[in-house]
């Protein structure tokens, strides 16, 4: 790894630009153009040909599918600090998801175009955003194994855990709880209501988590990773 990088225990798999150094950030920073958006504004969609690159500065965005009877399956909904967009900039190609905000939402927005500048000018932004991408592909394999080998309570549970530890690195203190609707999670997982329900009833049960209106508080956080790991 260049020495111009940071350190490995310091690495930032969530934010790529935290992986190079100060005076480069500051340069791509002052590239930035801010946006505020409204609730539920629509991003881009699957398909639609890259032009920018966005980070969030507040609010969310979500990410998701729509297959062909018009169901949503829902990926990610990404926080304060994370980049959307990013793959599609990077290689030019279209977005490969649907995208839009969560409530208001205020965004950073680098074109794809600044990008490539920026990447022929400061050769370690490929290994940062390669850091970057690796990290993303971490990600989608645990998905797919969540997908195709946990039970539904199981696979809600995987996902609540996950949830909550990427809020821990955003907010970076040690609240265990989401702001997350039964819905919500039933498009994560791919579930019918009734079955997150069920799942839900169990975890609660379980005493490994307690519900509220659209919250989720994690009361046992080591025994639901292990509720999520049984199989």
Same mark, same amino acid.
Request: proline fraction near 3%.
């Given at each position: 790894?260049?020495?111009?990088?940071?350190?490995?225990?310091?690495? =930032?798999? +969530? &934010?790529? *630009?935290?992986?190079?150094?100060? /005076?480069?950030?500051?340069?791509?920073?002052?590239?930035?153009?801010?946006?505020?958006?409204?609730?539920?504004?629509?991003?881009?969609?699957?398909?639609?040909?890259?032009?920018?690159?966005?980070?969030?500065?507040?609010?969310?965005?979500?990410?998701?599918?729509?297959?062909?009877?018009?169901?949503?399956?829902?990926?990610?909904?990404?926080?304060?600090?994370?980049?959307?967009?990013?793959?599609?900039?990077?290689?030019?190609?279209?977005?490969?998801?649907?995208?839009?905000?969560?409530?208001?939402?205020?965004?950073?927005?680098?074109?794809? =175009?600044? +990008? &490539?500048? *920026?990447?022929?000018?400061?050769? /370690?932004?490929?290994?940062?955003?390669?850091?970057?991408?690796?990290?993303?592909?971490?990600?989608?394999?645990?998905?797919?194994?969540?997908?195709?080998?946990?039970?539904?309570?199981?696979?809600?549970?995987?996902r609540i855990c996950a949830l909550v530890e990427?809020?821990?690195?955003?907010?970076?203190?040690?609240?265990?709880?989401?702001?997350?609707?039964?819905?919500?999670?039933?498009?994560?997982?791919?579930?019918?209501?009734?079955?997150?329900?069920?799942?839900?009833s169990q975890l609660r049960e379980n005493r490994?988590?307690?519900?509220?209106?659209?919250?989720?508080?994690? *009361?046992?956080s080591d025994g639901l990773r292990e509720f999520?790991?049984?199989?």
């Open positions: 790894m260049p020495d111009a990088l940071v350190p490995n225990e310091k690495i =930032n798999t +969530l &934010d790529w *630009l935290d992986n190079v150094r100060p /005076e480069i950030q500051d340069e791509i920073r002052s590239c930035f153009v801010r946006r505020s958006l409204d609730a539920d504004t629509h991003l881009y969609s699957k398909t639609d040909k890259s032009g920018k690159i966005c980070q969030i500065v507040s609010g969310q965005v979500r990410l998701f599918f729509i297959d062909h009877n018009g169901r949503e399956i829902l990926i990610k909904i990404c926080q304060k600090g994370e980049w959307v967009g990013a793959v599609a900039g990077i290689d030019h190609r279209p977005y490969p998801v649907h995208a839009e905000t969560r409530g208001a939402t205020t965004l950073n927005i680098l074109t794809a =175009n600044q +990008l &490539d500048g *920026l990447r022929a000018k400061y050769s /370690e932004l490929e290994t940062a955003l390669l850091i970057y991408m690796c990290g993303n592909l971490r990600n989608i394999f645990k998905l797919f194994q969540e997908s195709v080998m946990l039970p539904v309570s199981n696979r809600i549970a995987a990427e809020e821990r690195r955003h907010k970076k203190q040690g609240e265990s709880s989401l702001i997350l609707s039964q819905e919500d999670l039933g498009l994560m997982t791919g579930a019918s209501r009734q079955a997150v329900n069920k799942g839900i490994l988590i307690s519900t509220s209106y659209g919250k989720i508080a994690v *009361l046992d999520a790991d049984e199989y």
